[in-house]
């Protein structure tokens, strides 16, 4: 079994959701005494290999939180060694494990980091607060100097050139996952993927990476295109308004018309909602209505 596998389907049965209903309690107090009993174990152990390479449960120390917009942290955790990288692979996400409040039960939650992953020393996580959020509330709340529980998860194994073109959708705080991989294929000199990016946000003060975005843009001519699409834009905005639709994707040169696209894959990640009408069922999502298939599509 892949590492960080058996914690997926409970991942995605809490992702999003404000209360925890009795059987997810139930897999999360024995997902809390595995990390427990895998921290425990690991804890003494010596070992010349990046922190996260292998599966195990660490706790590291907050160094830093900045606020970056009106609801998103920055929050830089310090690595045991300072000359080692975190042995993330691409698309990879770290399983957080807290106990906010005096809880008896951990809440978990995946974040996936959004700092260059062979920068060595630390590793960066972007929280969006959300009403009533347990872990995000909790993370929030952190001071330099405090202390929180990962373990890796593997998502998608990247295949440089793989793909001549990779469609990256997301909706808030999905974007994380997608700008981790698109970094990471644009800075690799062996991986000649073309990326677009089309990402949706409720306001223009939710996009909180537009500047590397930008800077992505701007360094990969040709190669990488990023598109916003704003539910509620402000006065004069230059983003798209609405969400996103098959006419968004079509105009962002998504379309499949005369056999374009077939070798395209398409990553969603985003609010229920979203991947709900993108993926649909049985044929009747946006993207199926476009002419991806089952095969291409991939959600995080």
């Known amino acids: 079994m892949p590492s960080g596998t058996q ?18 309690a139930i897999a999360a107090a024995v997902a809390g005494i595995g990390a427990c009993t895998w921290y425990l174990r690991s804890n003494g ?3 010349d ?17 900045e606020l970056v917009n009106h609801n998103v942290k920055k929050l830089r955790f310090e690595l045991p060694d300072a000359s080692k990288p975190s042995g993330l692979s691409l698309t990879s996400a770290l399983l957080t494990i807290s106990f ?27 929280v969006k607060l959300y009403p009533n959020g347990k872990q995000s ?19 998608l194994a990247w295949t440089p050139n793989k ?7 997301a909706g808030g705080a999905g974007i994380t996952p997608m700008y981790q991989l698109a970094r ?3 800075q690799n000199p062996d991986d000649r993927t073309r990326i677009t990016l089309v990402w949706g946000n409720n306001t223009d003060e939710d996009i909180f990476l537009k500047d590397e975005l930008a800077t992505l843009e701007r360094s990969y001519p040709g190669r990488f295109k990023a598109v916003h699409v704003v539910s ?6 230059l983003h798209l308004k609405g969400y996103i639709t098959r006419q968004v994707l079509e105009n962002a040169g998504l379309g499949t018309e005369g056999g374009k696209n077939r070798d395209v894959k398409v990553l969603v990640c985003g609010p229920p909602a979203m991947e709900k009408a993108l993926k649909g069922g049985r044929g009747t999502g946006v993207l199926a209505e476009l002419g991806y298939k089952p095969e291409q599509i991939y959600t995080f």
């Open 100 to 126: 906010p409040n005096g809880r008896w039960l951990p809440v978990l939650r995946p974040y996936t980091p959004t700092n260059d992953l062979n920068e060595p020393g630390y590793i960066e996580l972007m």
């Open 49 to 65: 290999k990046p922190i996260f390479s292998s599966f195990g449960f660490h706790t590291l120390r907050l160094h830093s939180a």
């Open 163 to 169: 793909h001549p073109h990779v469609a990256l959708i």
């Open 184 to 186: 990471g294929i644009l």
């Open 7 to 24: 914690f997926r389907p409970f991942l995605r049965a809490t992702h999003g959701a404000s209360v925890m209903s009795a059987p997810v």
């Open 137 to 155: 509330t909790h993370l929030h709340s952190l001071k330099p100097g405090d202390t929180l529980t990962f373990a890796p998860i593997k998502e």
């Open 45 to 47: 152990a010596n070992s």
């Open 232 to 237: 509620n834009p402000a006065a004069g905005s």
